[in-house]
T-cell receptor, first 115, second 110 residues
Framework: DTEVTQTPKHLVMGMTNKKSLKCEQH?????MYWYKQKAKKPPELMFV???????INESVPSRFSPECPNSSLLNLHLHALQPEDSALYLC??????????????FGPGTRLTVT | RKEVEQDPGPFNVPEGATVAFNCTYS??????FFWYRQDCRKEPKLLMS???SGNEDGRFTAQLNRASQYISLLIRDSKLSDSATYLC???????????FGTGTLLAVQP
């Protein structure tokens, strides 16, 4: 079962709000990822956690703060976002995260609107 | 120049047609290759990994030419349900970073 779940499905927040996106997988994968996808564009990598440690930060602004409480969970904390941060935020997981042959499986995403 | 290039389409084909998508990548250090499909407003779903020997899964066949840095996907006997955006994806390095092409839109017509 290649299931990655994400909550909430939709989120509308103001620029002064603090909110969190959540992602969970129960496939025993040891790598988890956050991607951002704008309309009609491909996903862009934001963060990679491998064995619960942050291994890649793609120069993401500090208003996005990832957290990996355990190997099954990944959070993305949001604070003081801008309207241009409105996008689909996708979580993915893969087996090990240290092998480029690893296949990544995506959750359904959280559609974020910043007003 | 983008690292992974695809024809954006759209490809409009009748049901039952055979359609081929092409993709080129610029970084010769790329190690792994995938095709994902993405339906409108949904997440990308892994269609298949692509191996040097080529691989087939039912109506779908993927080929990789490392010398030409070229990847292809062939869909035979197209179904209405094949309508989606097809994303060519490469991965390199120990960190498993995926680099996506811009996608090719396929619309299968009845």
């Amino acid at each position: 079962d290649t299931e990655v779940t994400q909550t909430p499905k939709h989120l509308v927040m103001g620029m002064t709000n603090k909110k969190s996106l959540k992602c969970e997988q129960h496939m025993g994968h040891r790598a988890m990822y956050w991607y951002k996808q704008k309309a009609k564009k491909p996903p862009e990598l934001m963060f990679v956690y491998s064995y619960e440690k942050l291994s890649i930060n793609e120069s993401v602004p500090s208003r996005f703060s990832p957290e990996c409480p355990n190997s099954s969970l990944l959070n993305l904390h949001l604070h003081a976002l801008q309207p241009e941060d409105s996008a689909l935020y996708l979580c993915a997981s893969s087996n090990l995260g240290v092998d480029p042959r690893d296949e990544q499986y995506f959750g359904p995403g959280t559609r974020l609107t910043v007003t | 120049r983008k690292e992974v290039e695809q024809d954006p389409g759209p490809f409009n084909v009748p049901e039952g047609a055979t359609v081929a998508f092409n993709c080129t990548y610029s970084n010769s250090a790329s190690q792994s290759f995938f095709w994902y499909r993405q339906d409108c407003r949904k997440e990308p779903k892994l269609l298949m990994s692509v191996y040097s020997s080529g691989n087939e899964d039912g109506r779908f066949t993927a080929q990789l030419n490392r010398a030409s840095q070229y990847i292809s996907l062939l869909i035979r006997d197209s179904k209405l349900s094949d309508s989606a955006t097809y994303l060519c994806v490469v991965s390199r390095g120990a960190t498993n970073k995926l680099i996506f092409g811009t996608g090719t839109l396929l619309a299968v017509q009845p």
